[in-house]
């Protein structure tokens, strides 16, 4: 069974970015791994956000997900619960909407990994214990 990726907003800019720091290092973990990569909403809405002073920024967001290179596989209204209690437990971190969806992501699909360049998943926890695989440089 092939394992999921959980992609995060900071590699989707980056590999979008090529001016990003972390342009490169994103080029190849897309290269490697097989699409599609699953998402939420909220990292293309940040992504969207992130982009848009870049000419034709929010165009190929969506362009990478027309292509179904990265699927949206989350529906926050199914999990609006449990994603609450996650921001609510690491408030003081803070979590954003994006984080905890992503975190719940991981709960619902067992052996994923998070594809970030974001330090805090080292501090979130699946299941208020448990680390939650990532890839980051």
Not at 9 to 37: K, V
Not at 108 to 124: C, E, K, R
Request: charged content about 25%; proline content about 6%; some cysteine.
């Amino acid at each position: 069974m092939k394992r999921q990726i959980i992609l995060d907003t900071g590699p989707l800019i980056a590999m979008l970015n090529h001016r990003d720091r972390y342009h490169a290092w994103a080029c190849d973990q897309f290269a490697e791994i097989e699409p599609p990569l699953a998402t939420c909403e909220a990292v293309i809405v940040e992504a969207c956000h992130l982009l848009r002073q870049q000419p034709g920024g929010e165009r190929v967001v969506l362009d990478v997900l027309r292509r179904n290179a990265v699927a949206i596989e989350f529906a926050l209204r199914d999990e609006i619960v449990p994603v609450q209690q996650l921001r609510t437990r690491y408030s003081d971190v803070p979590m954003d909407l994006a984080d905890a969806c992503l975190v719940r992501m991981a709960e619902l699909s067992n052996g994923s990994t998070i594809l970030t360049l974001d330090s805090d998943f080292a501090v979130y926890r699946m299941h208020g214990r448990r680390v939650i695989p990532t890839i980051s440089p």
